[in-house]
């Protein structure tokens, strides 16, 4: 069975440009995560989403940030306009209920 | 207040050693979950292990193993006859009803194995 999928694996973008993260879940998983890790912040929840509705954004550090799942296989982080402290890894997860979530492999976003 | 505490931040040990790693968490919840994750320099985050709070039973796969201690609210790793392989970084977490079940992160204990 195929894992969490994310694309692309490294993004490297200039300051004030649009940066589209996209992740496609575990299929038969109803609960998607995103997740942001620094090295200053460690991993931090940025949004998840059950049954392709989003359930807590608190997480979302600005208006910058938006996140939508239009169906139960694909979901994106947007970043509109980045800045070079969105730089870091942001991880796509899924799970079945409450149960272990499963990370995808991560995509590594640069902004110059 | 910190619900999950990995209070090593970094261990390092010669290959073949046996190396615990420390995971202390808080809940007033009576059902909840623990769960150790590794994190090796690829950057992957893979999954290791979910246990339940009404399980108390030790857990052994392979070199590994996991004692969770409910009276102590520790759900520590061993890794047995450590391996180069094993160098990573570790979290350990908690899911509980008063976080909607949501993953509650330690800060990872990062785990250096020496040839």
Not at chain 2, 22 to 39: A, I, P, S
Not at chain 2, 81 to 104: G, H, P, T, W
Request: charged share 20%; glycine share 6%.
């Amino acid at each position: 069975d195929a894992g969490v999928i994310q694309s692309p694996r490294h993004e490297v973008t200039e300051m004030g440009q649009e940066v589209t993260l996209r992740c496609k879940p575990i299929s038969g998983h109803d609960y998607l995560f995103w997740y942001r890790q620094t090295m200053m912040r460690g991993l931090e929840l940025l949004i998840y989403f059950n049954n392709n509705v989003p359930i807590d954004d608190s997480g979302m550090p600005e208006d910058r940030f938006s996140a939508k799942m239009p169906n139960a296989s694909f979901s994106t982080l947007k970043i509109q306009p980045s800045e070079p402290r969105d730089s870091a890894v942001y991880f796509c997860a899924s799970s079945f209920g409450t149960f272990e979530q499963f990370f995808g492999p991560g995509t590594r976003l640069t902004v110059l | 207040a910190q619900k999950v505490t990995q209070a090593q931040t970094e261990i390092s040990v010669v290959e073949k050693e046996d190396v615990t790693l420390d995971c202390v968490y808080e809940t007033r919840d009576t059902t909840y979950y623990l769960f150790w994750y590794k994190q090796p320099p690829s950057g992957e985050l893979v999954f290791l292990i979910r246990r339940n709070s009404f399980d108390e039973q030790n857990e052994i796969s392979g070199r590994y193993s996991w004692n969770f201690q409910k009276s102590t609210s520790s759900f520590n790793f061993t890794i047995t006859a450590s391996q180069v392989v094993d160098s990573a970084v570790y979290f350990c977490a908690l899911s509980e009803v008063d976080s909607n079940y949501q993953l509650i992160w330690g800060a990872g204990t990062k785990l250096i194995i020496k040839p």
